[in-house]
């Protein structure tokens, strides 16, 4: 029970201590102090009481990282006896309290303790003991990281692994960030980190991991540095295989080209390092390798049929293959500009249509026409008639007839031969007209349906 109430005692007054609530006679701002290397650092001491009343007598001391402690300095109100080892490095002027370090150093790095001990002049009370313990932590700024590689070759696909390690020459308390292509990398299912980040470890290396690989490096007092790129290549695939042609038309893994068309086939993949390729055709049950490497020349004329092919790929050292199979059909696609016209608008083939149906419709009224009304013909008729005829007016057939002028049919009167005949030759040499008026007006009035030959001939 004993033991048990001396260690709460000894835990209060260690909380006491570490906490800023000073007693009345000293106070100090600040328990843990950040210092740069090569820069002064000072550890102030408030005092609360009046020097002129007092005597004190304390020790500076500090203990290092490692557990090694030397008491710096011993002083009193009037004297001051500082050790020898750290005469240039420590300042200490009494009646001050407080510890000035010159110029810091990684090992100025731990705490130090103040221990003084107050007795008052004009009071009965016993010594006063004060102790205080300040932390120190020295800041280095980081230098430029260096990143390594094992192993340093290329590594195979889900067989290797590779161990990143990041490092600086100085620097303090330094955070440690891995990029591959710019892009912070986390823990993930294959990614190990150690405890402060500066190495990384992946297993198994997979595709994705390839890239460029960069460690960035930053403390309190030191802006971010950031190492050289390192290149981690892979070996992998082959991936996404497949057969592709600029030519013929494709439908799935069939392609058709017109008879006698030279065609070209492609088979790509993505693999590190490039891949081997090997053109195999299958026909009746049977496969018969016909080339070798990532281009087939096929010659239309001579597939008889529709025939299979298959490109298989192999990576020679990942040791994985992959294969792509597809179906060559010849077969007439027509010209180019046909197909152009089939792809590019589903109403041109309706155009042609109706631009053939009216051009058929146009021959056959054509041909209605001219077998009905003869137009050949009838501008014959009208260029053989007399201008006279053309532009004479029409005429009821009592007008006078020396304006009639033309040929005519004679026809014979019963009984009147030698006066018609008479008035024929004195009609022709234009006399005695008025003696065959009557003969005149019927000849007028007879017009052949077809023309005779001139009487005049």
Not at 92 to 110: A, Q, W
Not at 208 to 230: F, H, L, P, W
Not at 346 to 360: D, G, H, N, Q, R
Request: proline content about 5%; hydrophobic content about 35%.
């Amino acid at each position: 029970m004993e033991a048990t109430g001396r260690t709460a005692l000894c835990l209060c007054s260690f909380l006491f201590i570490l906490t800023e609530v000073s007693s009345e006679y000293i106070h100090i701002p600040s328990l843990v102090h950040h210092g740069t290397e090569g820069k002064p650092l000072l550890l102030p001491v408030e005092t609360h009481f009046q020097l002129d009343e007092v005597e004190i007598q304390g020790t500076w001391s500090h203990t290092t990282t490692s557990g090694t402690r030397t008491t710096l300095v011993t002083f009193t109100k009037n004297a001051t006896i500082t050790d020898m080892m750290y005469r240039n490095h420590i300042l200490f002027r009494e009646p001050n309290v407080s510890l000035l370090i010159r110029k810091l150093n990684r090992d100025d790095e731990g705490n130090y303790h103040l221990n003084l001990n107050i007795q008052f002049h004009n009071k009965k009370e016993p010594v006063i003991k004060e102790k205080r313990t300040v932390q120190v932590m020295v800041d280095v700024p980081v230098s430029t990281p260096v990143i390594e590689k094992y192993p340093s070759y290329a590594v195979v696909e889900d067989k290797g692994n590779v161990t990143w390690t990041c490092s600086v020459e100085r620097g303090t308390r330094v955070v440690f960030q891995w990029l591959r292509d710019n892009v912070p990398l986390g823990p993930r299912e294959r990614y190990q980190f150690s405890h402060n980040n500066s190495m990384l470890f992946i297993s198994p290396v997979r595709k994705e991991d390839k890239g460029t690989y960069r460690c960035v490096v930053s403390n309190r007092i030191s802006r971010a540095q950031s190492s050289k790129a390192m290149e981690l290549i892979v070996y992998y695939g082959p991936y996404n295989l497949e057969v592709n042609s600029g030519q013929g038309l494709r439908t799935g893994e069939v392609f058709t080209i017109n008879p006698g068309e030279l065609v070209f086939f492609e088979c790509q993949a993505d693999s590190n390092p490039p891949n081997s390729y090997v053109w195999i055709s299958k026909s009746h049950n049977t496969t018969q390798v016909i080339n070798e490497g990532p281009r087939l020349e096929v010659l239309s004329y001579r597939l008889a049929q529709a025939e299979e092919y298959m490109c298989r790929a192999f990576n020679n050292v990942t040791q994985k293959q992959d294969e792509t199979q597809f179906t060559l059909v010849v077969a007439s696609l027509g010209t180019g500009k046909e197909k152009h016209m089939q792809e590019g608008s589903s109403v041109s083939p309706l155009a042609a249509i109706t631009v053939c149906s009216l051009f058929i419709i146009g021959c056959m009224l054509l041909f209605l026409f001219k077998r009905t009304c003869h137009p050949k013909r009838v501008l014959m008729s009208i260029y053989k008639r007399p201008l006279a005829e053309q532009k004479r007016p029409h005429r009821s057939g009592h007008e006078d007839a020396s304006e009639d002028f033309g040929i005519y049919e004679f026809v014979s009167i019963p009984g009147k031969m030698e006066s018609a005949q008479a008035s024929c030759r004195s009609l022709a040499r234009f006399e005695s007209v008025q003696d065959m008026h009557t003969t005149i007006y019927d000849v007028i009035r007879h017009v052949p349906e077809t023309p005779s030959h001139s009487l005049l001939k």
